[in-house]
């Protein structure tokens, strides 16, 4: 069956400017997770959303960083004014049980 | 708070050869493991867990690992390497509190040469 889809493989942008990665969790999966993999940090967990619960923000490193959750599906990485720290890859996962499904990631380069 | 670390960068084998990656855990209490895969421009994939139950987990791919609780090692092994196995591998544990979370080690670099 389909996997975790996430869109664009691949964004490259302007310091400043602002950013929305997409991520499509595993249909019937209830969790779905983002996380962040740098050179140098490994990877870190970012955000969690399980159904209708209020969502785990408390790995996002700034307030320029949001997500949301729509309809219990889809989900959006959005962040503002990017900075050249915040270049990475972007991987979303979903789950619903122990085992996470990794999407294939977006890479962002903020130049 | 919980960790697991994989005191290894790289690890080169050749083809053929056993292959072990090396992870290890600090938490308190009985410990939920991971191991992931990650091939190039790939996201991670599953390859096995320990929760409870026999020491010796089995996974994908031929992949292999035992839980050990006096040395808190949770090594990832193969009895014969394929190029193919070249990839990142991550060792994770759950977090005990949050259990949705997982704690990732840095990551391993495996290079199998022909």
Sequence with gaps: ?111 | AQSVAQPEDQVNVAEGNPLTVKCTYSVSGNPYLFWYVQYPNRGLQFLLKYITGDNLVKGSYGFEAEFNKSQTSFHLKKPSALVSDSALYFCAVRDMVDDYKLSFGAGTTVTVRA
């Design chain 1, 1 to 111: 069956g389909a996997g975790v889809s996430q869109s664009p493989s691949n964004k490259v942008t302007e310091k400043g400017k602002d950013v929305e990665l997409r991520c499509d969790p595993i249909s019937g999966h209830t969790a779905l997770y983002w996380y962040r993999q740098s050179l140098g940090q490994g990877l870190e967990f970012l955000i969690y959303f399980q159904g209708n619960s209020a969502p785990d923000k408390s790995g996002l490193p700034s307030d320029r960083f949001s997500a949301e959750r729509t309809g219990g599906s889809v989900s959006t990485l959005t962040i503002q004014r990017t900075q050249q720290e915040d270049s990475a890859v972007y991987l979303c996962a979903s789950s619903y049980s122990s085992e996470q499904f990794f999407g294939p990631g977006t890479r962002l380069t903020v130049l």
